[in-house]
């Protein structure tokens, strides 16, 4: 039998055909596979432009592998192409819902496009299949802060830092807004103390040291009510009556004495919203001095005051206008001395971040207890005074330079005290170290009298220099210590009217 032989060279064409043609057999498999190994690369490299072509191609080729349809929509997301993305990656879900990262990516993908409520139950779904997995506990608690549901953020935050304590800082801050957001400012303030422990030197303690103090404002603005009671040791190398209300003393001791001084503040918010307040305030100051009792002071005053905030012009600049009334009376030895009432409107605006300016208008009523000379000397009147102050504030607001202007006219039944007044202020504020804050002030006011004195038969005019400098320290939250100089020269045409003072006063107040 004769045997056949198998051309050589059909064997070679048959292999070579295999070779070029082998691909078209199963062309969908192979192709998809390797565009989708070169977008994995890509991805995982960065380049999601590059993925992208190669996750769509692959796409095109195996439209019904899960896998690729996962990549597809992870690459989209990160491009922001988040309506797509989610397409992707639910096409997916419904692929082969066995995968596990899927919920989870679709919570990030509908958090970054802010539809929180689908974000939330795919965190709740992947929370089922990956229960170890810390980000999906941070992501809840996140989106209900988001959501203003601040009661529903901390079990899910604590959860997320118990199993990811590189969390922690992070859980701590958004806690501590809930707290805040809440009005649970106690817990609030420990919370925000607690991020800032966790790490110091990062944003987000830097963020709760602000916040902490927003708290503490915060806390105050609450509060209906508040009392300020404050104790000062005080040695005075010339003791002068010249209370507050008035411009000019009115006795000069020419002697030293140690006084002993309370005052006691109480306030109490009648009503706040959005527009309006308003406080009703009472205080109590009393003076004791060790020898001359003729000087020893009590006064007792009401104040009512009333608050609008609002914005003024396009730019909308906030504005805030006030009203108050004030009564007071006071005793001089134990036996009325003088009475006042005053109405009062002042005007703040915030010119810029850096800058505030206040204008004040005041019409004062004064109403003196003790005999006169003659009636040329009576002190009774009206006071009218006008002007303003501005604030600069600086580093970080922490610091502030203030001047400012004041125009008054007294108009009395007495000619001798008929006059017209400016006062010139100047101050600085600054943080020094350990919590200690330095306040420098500094005044001149002219006095320019408009008659020829009665007992003296001059023309009067004063210049009056003071200055003042004060150190002070809180401790904890409730309790203020300070150290404060108080320097004046007074000069006067009349030399009867000239007197210089130098008062040394240690105060500690309390704030309840």
Same mark, same amino acid.
């Given at each position: 039998?004769?045997?056949?032989?198998?051309?050589?060279?059909?064997?070679? /064409?048959?292999?070579?055909?295999?070779?070029?043609?082998?691909?078209?057999?199963?062309?969908?498999?192979?192709?998809?596979?390797?565009?989708?190994?070169?977008?994995?690369?890509?991805?995982?490299?960065?380049?999601?432009?590059?993925?992208?072509?190669?996750?769509?191609?692959?796409?095109?080729?195996?439209?019904?592998?899960?896998?690729?349809?996962?990549?597809?929509?992870?690459?989209?997301?990160?491009?922001?192409?988040?309506?797509? %993305?989610?397409?992707?990656?639910?096409? /997916?879900?419904?692929?082969?819902?066995?995968?596990?990262?899927?919920?989870?990516?679709? =919570?990030?993908?509908?958090?970054?496009?802010?539809?929180?409520?689908?974000?939330?139950?795919?965190?709740?779904?992947?929370?089922?299949?990956?229960?170890?997995?810390?980000?999906?506990?941070?992501?809840?608690?996140?989106?209900?802060?988001?959501?203003?549901?601040?009661?529903?953020?901390?079990?899910?935050?604590?959860?997320?830092?118990?199993?990811?304590?590189?969390?922690?800082?992070?859980?701590?801050?958004?806690? %501590?807004?809930?707290?805040?957001?809440?009005?649970?400012?106690?817990?609030? +303030?420990?919370?925000?103390?607690?991020?800032?422990?966790?790490?110091?030197?990062?944003?987000?303690?830097?963020?709760?040291?602000?916040?902490?103090?927003?708290?503490?404002?915060?806390?105050?603005? +609450?509060?209906?009510?508040?009392?300020?009671?404050?104790?000062?040791?005080?040695?005075?190398?010339?003791?002068?009556?010249?209370?507050?209300?008035?411009?000019?003393?009115?006795?000069?001791?020419?002697?030293?004495?140690?006084?002993?001084?309370?005052?006691?503040? =109480?306030?109490?918010?009648?009503?706040?919203?959005?527009?309006?307040?308003?406080?009703?305030?009472?205080?109590?100051?009393? $003076?004791?001095? $060790?020898?001359?009792?003729?000087?020893?002071?009590?006064?007792?005053?009401?104040?009512?005051?009333?608050?609008?905030?609002?914005?003024?012009?396009?730019?909308?600049?906030?504005?805030?206008?006030?009203?108050?009334?004030?009564?007071?009376?006071?005793?001089?030895?134990?036996?009325?001395?003088?009475?006042?009432?005053?109405?009062?409107?002042?005007?703040?605006?915030?010119?810029?971040?850096?800058?505030?300016?206040?204008?004040?208008?005041?019409?004062?009523?004064?109403?003196?207890?003790?005999?006169?000379?003659?009636?040329?000397?009576?002190?009774?009147?009206?006071?009218?005074?006008? =002007?303003?102050?501005?604030?600069?504030?600086?580093?970080?607001?922490?610091?502030?330079? *203030?001047?400012?202007?004041?125009?008054?006219?007294?108009?009395?039944?007495?000619?001798?005290?008929?006059?017209?007044?400016?006062?010139?202020?100047?101050?600085?504020?600054?943080?020094?170290?350990?919590?200690?804050?330095?306040?420098?002030?500094?005044?001149?006011?002219?006095?320019?009298?408009?008659?020829?004195?009665?007992?003296?038969?001059?023309? *009067?005019?004063?210049?009056?220099?003071?200055?003042?400098?004060?150190?002070?320290?809180?401790?904890?939250?409730?309790?203020?210590?300070?150290?404060?100089?108080? =320097?004046?020269?007074?000069?006067?045409?009349? +030399?009867?009217?000239?007197?210089?003072?130098?008062?040394?006063?240690?105060?500690?107040?309390?704030?309840?």
């Amino acid at each position: 039998m004769k045997r056949l032989k198998f051309p050589v060279y059909l064997l070679v /064409a048959i292999i070579f055909g295999f070779i070029i043609f082998s691909p078209l057999i199963c062309p969908g498999q192979q192709s998809s596979e390797f565009l989708f190994s070169k977008g994995v690369v890509a991805y995982s490299e960065g380049k999601f432009e590059a993925a992208l072509n190669y996750f769509q191609q692959a796409s095109q080729l195996s439209p019904e592998d899960a896998e690729i349809q996962h990549y597809l929509g992870m690459t989209q997301m990160q491009l922001g192409k988040y309506d797509l %993305a989610i397409k992707s990656l639910k096409k /997916a879900l419904s692929l082969d819902p066995t995968i596990k990262e899927l919920h989870y990516d679709l =919570g990030v993908t509908y958090f970054r496009a802010k539809n929180y409520p689908q974000a939330l139950s795919h965190f709740l779904e992947a929370e089922k299949v990956q229960p170890q997995r810390a980000m999906v506990y941070f992501y809840q608690g996140y989106i209900h802060y988001l959501m203003k549901k601040y009661n529903l953020v901390a079990p899910p935050l604590n959860k997320a830092q118990e199993l990811d304590p590189s969390l922690t800082q992070t859980c701590q801050f958004y806690r %501590a807004m809930s707290l805040m957001k809440t009005k649970r400012y106690n817990e609030a +303030e420990k919370e925000f103390q607690a991020t800032i422990d966790t790490a110091p030197e990062t944003d987000l303690a830097k963020a709760a040291k602000t916040l902490k103090k927003r708290v503490a404002a915060l806390k105050k603005e +609450e509060k209906r009510w508040s009392i300020i009671p404050s104790l000062s040791m005080q040695f005075d190398d010339n003791v002068t009556l010249k209370p507050d209300e008035l411009p000019a003393a009115v006795k000069v001791s020419d002697e030293e004495d140690y006084r002993t001084v309370f005052h006691l503040v =109480g306030e109490y918010r009648l009503f706040k919203n959005e527009c309006w307040s308003s406080v009703g305030r009472y205080t109590f100051y009393e $003076s004791i001095h $060790s020898s001359l009792h003729d000087y020893d002071l009590i006064k007792n005053e009401v104040n009512f005051n009333l608050t609008r905030r609002g914005t003024l012009g396009e730019g909308g600049i906030p504005t805030t206008l006030g009203f108050d009334v004030n009564y007071s009376h006071n005793l001089l030895d134990a036996r009325p001395y003088l009475e006042t009432i005053h109405f009062r409107t002042t005007w703040g605006l915030s010119l810029t971040q850096n800058s505030f300016l206040q204008l004040q208008w005041r019409i004062q009523d004064k109403d003196f207890h003790y005999s006169v000379i003659n009636s040329q000397s009576n002190r009774d009147g009206l006071n009218n005074l006008i =002007g303003f102050n501005y604030f600069w504030f600086h580093c970080n607001n922490t610091r502030y330079l *203030r001047w400012g202007f004041f125009y008054d006219h007294d108009s009395t039944i007495g000619s001798d005290w008929d006059y017209d007044g400016y006062r010139f202020m100047l101050s600085y504020f600054l943080p020094l170290w350990k919590g200690i804050k330095l306040t420098i002030d500094s005044e001149y006011y002219y006095q320019d009298y408009k008659n020829v004195d009665s007992v003296y038969f001059q023309e *009067r005019s004063d210049r009056e220099y003071t200055w003042s400098i004060s150190f002070n320290r809180d401790f904890h939250s409730n309790l203020n210590l300070a150290f404060q100089y108080l =320097g004046r020269e007074h000069n006067s045409s009349i +030399e009867f009217y000239e007197y210089d003072r130098n008062v040394y006063m240690l105060t500690l107040t309390a704030y309840f």
